[in-house]
């Protein structure tokens, strides 16, 4: 059973800046996908940011050119640094992983920008 762990999140004034770390129990190399997605109040879950089967990167374009996701190995770990933060970024961060046969969530971190 894979568990996926995540931290960083808080309360940031809008222009600032966030990182999210994503901590798995496993090795994230197995991992078919892998990224962060978000709840914001009244919205549905969305994908914010992740890494591809082939390992290539892909953003919403609402966060193009202010977050970078990326990840260490040999921490098991992926991150998504978040700058110049809006107050739409608001939510409920998730770190999701993908196996061939079954996806993992983590329990969430919550992110509020004040404007």
């Known amino acids: 059973q894979v568990q996926l762990v995540e931290s960083g999140g808080g309360l940031v004034q809008a222009g600032g800046s966030l990182r999210l770390s994503c901590a798995a129990s496993?090795?994230?190399?197995?991992?078919?996908?892998m990224g962060w997605y978000r709840q914001g109040p009244g919205k549905q879950r969305e994908l914010v940011a992740g890494?591809?089967?082939?390992?290539?990167?892909n953003y919403a374009d609402s966060v193009k050119g202010r977050f970078t996701v990326s990840r260490d190995f040999a921490k098991n770990t992926v991150y998504l640094q978040m700058n110049s933060l809006k107050s739409e970024d608001t939510a409920v961060y998730y770190c999701?992983?993908?196996?061939?046969?079954?996806?993992?969530w983590g329990q969430g971190t919550q992110v509020t920008v004040s404007s």
């Open positions: 496993g090795s994230i190399a197995s991992f078919k996908t």
């Open positions: 890494f591809t089967r082939g390992g290539s990167t």
């Open positions: 999701n992983a993908e196996t061939w046969n079954s996806g993992y």
